[in-house]
């Protein structure tokens, strides 16, 4: 028997246009109305999406591996990633894709790719304006792109990598807004051809340029030696023997794109802008950065501002089996996802949850259930450990080539792209060149609560 489960009683458009366009102003008002557990119905859902914060409901729902896919995973992102995206795939072909993909993003292989990043970033924050507003986000995209383009795809040549360069940020632009998004769901619900039809001619172009990299990498015989994620990938084989062909690889890189482009770029803009709002929190990891004793306090930084800025704020399973959780209980077939940031924001987790103090993971690390920036369980955010190693070389070159500014005096707004919730105006700063080795010490300041 389904559990009865309160929820928002507005329409399906009038919660899935409040779901897009304040996605905070959303999750607070159905937390102080509902609780920890609430229902809510999108366009294009036919049973409610049940959402959860409780990190035992957490718990219960990450570590049975028999849940599948909510459907609008699915629709949303097959036009793009294609059909073999690891993103996509349930079951053992995803068990067996995610154990082929996971050891480049780890270990050796990762900290390979450490000196690649820090000269993308280097050379990216030459390029700044001096003493003149601009929007960091951007500027990040740019850099992660870059940094995706040689570390996860290797393009060395140069009239590949200018096309790609070229096509690749058209298709994030197009696939980003809320407006599309939006679209998106009333085309499911109305049962007729979703907006993203309209990109095949780019992704057409796109796949030419990538199956042409993937046939010279397999050409190659020198991509054993290559360190890039592509040629991993090329040479993979599953226990079987079997390998992945061509299309599949070509699902997989797009795959890559698409979760670690956007989503590094506005965790890195988010950090930044938080870090401008607490300067005395700037001053001591730039003192960090330029003592070089170690970086404790910016992983800290990092973690925290995942917390209070969780950039995919869902990550939601299909129940295959009941679930049983804290009184709670759910029968399968129920789509159940974690509301990230209201699990991240839990005053019995983190006494102040909307004051920005990365101190709190220097005195206990997160509770397994109770952090999940990247998700849990068998689908956990397969480069986790690559975005946050990314997002410490940027900002390490960041602060030491620059000194930061805000360049508005108001705190940013979450706002939808795309599955993200990115800061609504770009992180708006100002910099100046580093002129000492180290900045005068910030003033003491109670941490600030962030905006929502």
Do not use: K
Request: proline share 9%; with cysteine; hydrophobic share 40%.
């Amino acid at each position: 028997m389904r559990e009865a489960i309160s929820g928002p009683t507005q329409s399906p458009a009038v919660q899935t246009l409040w779901w897009l366009t304040r996605p905070i102003s959303f999750l607070e008002s159905c937390r102080r109305r509902f609780g920890d557990t609430f229902g809510v119905q999108f366009l294009g859902f036919q049973t409610p999406l049940v959402m959860v914060s409780d990190p035992e409901a957490i718990r219960a729902l990450y570590t049975a591996r028999e849940h599948g896919l909510p459907p609008g995973r699915t629709f949303a992102l097959r036009p793009v990633m294609g059909p073999r995206s690891i993103l996509l795939l349930e079951g053992a072909e995803h068990l067996q894709r995610r154990r082929l993909m996971l050891p480049p993003f780890h270990g050796e292989r990762m900290r390979a790719y450490e000196a690649s990043v820090t000269e993308i970033a280097e050379r990216d924050i030459e390029s700044w304006p001096v003493e003149q507003p601009f929007a960091l986000h951007p500027r990040m995209q740019g850099v992660t792109l870059e940094v995706i383009l040689r570390a996860v795809f290797g393009v060395t040549d140069p009239a590949r990598r200018e096309r790609l360069r070229r096509l690749l940020p058209r298709l994030l632009g197009e696939t980003s807004s809320a407006g599309l998004q939006f679209r998106i769901l009333l085309a499911r619900r109305v049962n007729r051809p979703g907006p993203l039809a309209d990109l095949r001619e780019l992704t057409r172009e796109i796949d030419e340029a990538l199956l042409a990299e993937i046939a010279e990498r397999r050409r190659d015989p020198s991509a054993r030696e290559r360190e890039d994620i592509l040629s991993l990938l090329t040479l993979a084989r599953f226990d079987d023997g079997g390998a992945m062909d061509d299309r599949e690889v070509r699902d997989q890189l797009i795959t890559l794109l698409l979760a670690g482009h956007e989503t590094t770029a506005t965790a890195l803009a988010w950090t930044v802008d938080l870090l401008l709002r607490n300067p005395a929190t700037l001053a001591r990891l730039t003192d960090e950065i330029d003592s070089g004793a170690g970086d404790a306090y910016l992983r800290a930084v990092i973690q925290e501002s995942l917390r209070l800025r969780p950039v995919v704020p869902l990550a939601g399973r299909r129940l295959a089996t009941e679930l049983r959780a804290d009184g709670l209980t759910l029968p399968a077939g129920t789509d159940v996802t974690p509301a990230i940031w209201l699990t991240h924001t839990r005053p019995d987790l983190y006494p102040e949850p909307l004051a920005f103090r990365p101190e709190r993971f220097l005195e206990q690390p997160p509770t397994t259930y109770g952090w999940i920036p990247f998700g849990g369980g068998v689908r956990r955010c397969l480069g986790a450990a690559f975005a946050e190693m990314e997002m410490r070389v940027v900002l390490t070159a960041m602060l030491r080539g620059r000194v930061l500014r805000p360049a508005s005096p108001v705190a940013e707004r979450p706002t939808r792209r795309n599955v993200t919730l990115s800061p609504r105006h770009g992180t708006l700063i100002v910099t100046s060149p580093r002129a000492v080795s180290s900045p005068p010490a910030g003033r003491a300041a109670d941490p600030q609560p962030v905006a929502v």
